[in-house]
């Protein structure tokens, strides 16, 4: 596996060992039972074949709905325990050698700049960053083998903006490489920067090369046209109680998970436990709907994350994707980088003009397809994805099954060579859910900026007769023998994160640049979106935008709900705020523990309560209720059950980054769902927190809708 991208599983049967020599037997019952031996191979050989030509043909019915038995038996390379090519390093006072555990390094190694201090107009305003640093091993392949590996993170602008991580290996513990993946390492040491991202230190990284391509590769190409795609490192967010705002603590422990019986050269593969998804899904009044519904979860295992881990516990999570997804996402991140590089250095040679900053590539490495593409003789919808869409952090992923066995399904074709099954009884709790969560939600038909009929352009919502005629749900068996489903995207819904707003005060004139941390899906973005936004604030609580060439006014549509302020707004170049609403790409919304349940009459109160208690300004809070409360009250339900998102939490679903650093730095979002009746047992109260407004102040607001 040294120094390659892509790495093939190759099926091998394990040899038993001689255990003798065979003695006393004639030669010629050994030639007659070698020739039968040899007739029964070949016969195998023939029957596999034709075996093979019925899975390929579609219109073959004598085959459809029976049981195929795929066994993989992989013999694993088992990484060799390398010796370090010194015998010992300091780094941050901790003393490593080759029998040291992973772990975190209590002081920093000081690999990142701690501070950097912008130019021009923003000169006095320092950045500074967080440092963490973790021992993870020494590298066992690749160039570098025998070098001593460590994980520097950064606490992204100290509020929770990333993180950033970012690979090193050293030989001796006083020089480092880095890992040329992350585009940040193209040039060092540029203090005056407004890339806040280019903070190496350049006084102990001398060189950047390839370090995690040769341990983790970018790619996997699996058999039956499958492929892993690195997504990056493995990682619980956790809160610590001291000055830091944020550490970051590293799973080494995969007993939970799931195994995979398949290992990469010295890497075993996990997929993750159940508990582990925490995926909000829309359920039916009055059920919990941070999991799935109770007559759903039987059959769903987990999802087709799966996580590489090497000898030393260090993981990386890979998206299962088919082999077309998977080429044209890597080119399209690979241009990227290089395109991001070259972007730096101009910003940091203060190239002028400079080019137009790059924008992420917005190709999803997972098992996606067009109907079309399937091999059948069957109705299909346009387009497949992941089945059952949670809400506002849309997954890359879909679902793996349990319980149902090929034999309860029929093929109806192929994809890329391989057998396309739907479920054979349409009456299953899974084609039911699907359509609920696509069809009859509350927020397809109702409640939203668009309704169902609207936004499909269709004249009347289908029936589920309708719906289950062109097989909203198709079902996969993927390399390592398990059946995938994935979900009809022809039919869209409205949602994601319902009109998020963005307020930016300052005491003085400031140029504030924005840009999420992360892939977002935008659906509204007011001023336009255009590798972030550049926006100064005003004395009077407006923003000017600083690239207005990119927002078309007259397209503005100021019928919809929420956006009646944006044409004027656009055409002054005086906006209240940012107006964004999308979905975040591969990330999980994290389970909902506390909040209230409300009765329909006391809403609008507690919804003022809960402001007034927060800090909201009286514009900022008619601005939230003039959005919200209408969309609440749509619904025809007599209670809701009320949670608010915070910071922290809205920071791992759609990281921000703002340059210069905000003194004051608050996001809260609505997730609220209608319920039928009162709960018997209510959720424990939200401890709410307070805005604090000091200097250079981001406030955010928005909510959780339902979303593809």
Known sequence: ???????????????????G???????????????????????????FAIYNKIQENPNNHSNQGKHISVSQTITPTVAANVTPLAASITLGGLTINASTKPQFINNSVGLLNKSVVMTGENADIPTTFIEYDYYAGIVQSGSYKGYYEVIAGQDTYGFGGGPNFFVFVTENGSSFVGDKTNPSFTVFGKANSTDSMNVVNSSLVTSTDDIIDSQFPQEIKLKKNYSLVRMGLNYNNILVPSNQSNSYLFDTDYSSYIPINTTVDSLKLYAPPTSKKSIIYFNEPGEPYQNLPSSVLPYIQTSTDVYAVNSYGI?????????????????????????????????NSNASPLPQQPSYPQAEANLSFNGSEVKTSQQLYTSYNVAF?????????????????????????????????????????LVKY?????????????????NFEQLNN??????????????????????FGRLVMLGEYQYLLPGGCGKPVIYIYSPKTTNVHLQFASDIKLDVNIPKYTNGWDVKTNSNGTLTDLQPQYTDCTDLNTFLLGSGYAKNACEENQYPYIYWSGQSIGKQMPQIETGWDISRSNLTSFMNEKLDYMGFTT????????????????????????????TEQMNEIAPMEMTPKPESFFRVFLDYHPLSEMPAIQLPPEQLEKIQRNGLTYIEWGGIELNI
């Open 1 to 19: 596996m040294e120094n390659s991208s892509e790495n093939i599983i190759e099926e091998k049967i394990p040899v038993e060992p001689n255990k």
């Open 21 to 47: 020599k065979i003695k006393g037997v004639d030669k010629s019952v050994l030639f007659l039972t070698f020739s039968l031996l040899l007739l029964i191979i070949i016969g195998s050989v023939s029957a």
């Open 315 to 347: 993981g990386y999570l890979y998206n299962l994707s088919s082999n077309i997804n998977s080429t044209v996402y890597v080119q399209g991140i690979n241009i990227y980088n290089t395109q991001e590089q070259a972007y730096q250095n101009a910003v």
């Open 389 to 429: 869409p949670g809400i506002c952090a849309a997954e890359a992923n879909t679902e793996v099954l349990q319980n149902i066995s090929v034999n309860n399904l029929t093929q109806i074709g192929t994809l890329y060579g391989n057998p396309v099954y739907s479920l054979t009884d349409p009456t299953n709790p």
């Open 434 to 450: 699907e359509y609920q969560q696509k069809i009859t939600s509350p927020l397809a038909v109702a409640g939203s900026d668009s």
């Open 458 to 479: 269709v004249s009347s919502i289908p029936t589920i007769q309708q719906y289950i005629s062109k097989n909203p749900l198709l079902i996969l068996q993927d390399p």
């Open 619 to 646: 514009k900022e809070k008619n601005d939230m209720l003039s959005y919200w409360l209408p969309v609440m009250l749509s619904e025809n339900t007599p209670y809701y059950e009320i949670s608010f998102l915070r």
